[in-house]
């Protein structure tokens, strides 16, 4: 059975099955979902500031990712600073070149890419660089592997 949104006064007039959970998303991603032709996977923040995790979901693009940490966590440096990884799970004892923050959450997140004509499956850098560099996967497109801890967002 589905039910209507809960939320009052909202537009979206989406219908969930009654046993889905409601959420804590990024407004951006819902609106992306709104766009979307296709599911919209969204992962649990765990950004940990005074030993307490954010828990919003977010997606796992780059532009995503900085831009909530920019604007939930109030993080903001040039790409050369360097900057320690507050994510709850993470070993990393060395601070990190903000450049390579959305990359390194990305690797938390279990986000990887995938050659949609061979198949390899890789970061996203490293994917479109194979597909650069054999002849074979020239035509081909990058595709996203959603990481396990994904939930989707469904349009309406």
Request: hydrophobic share 35%.
């Amino acid at each position: 059975m589905l039910t209507r949104c809960v939320l009052p006064n909202c537009p979206c007039k989406s219908t969930s099955p009654q046993s889905a959970v409601i959420i804590d998303v990024e407004p951006s991603a819902v609106v992306n979902a709104c766009d979307a032709e296709l599911e919209t996977p969204v992962y649990r923040c765990s950004w940990d500031t005074h030993h307490s995790p954010c828990r919003m979901f977010i997606e796992g693009t780059a532009r995503d990712i900085l831009a909530h940490l920019r604007e939930r966590h109030n993080i903001v440096h040039n790409a050369d600073d360097d900057l320690e990884c507050r994510w709850s799970s993470c070993p990393m004892d060395k601070p990190l070149k903000m450049g390579s923050i959305a990359r390194h959450i990305g690797r938390h997140l279990g986000i990887q890419y995938r050659c949609s004509r061979c198949a390899l499956t890789a970061r996203d850098d490293v994917v479109r660089d194979h597909i650069r560099r054999i002849p074979g996967c020239a035509d081909a497109a990058v595709e996203l592997v959603p990481g396990p801890g994904a939930r989707q967002i469904v349009a309406a």
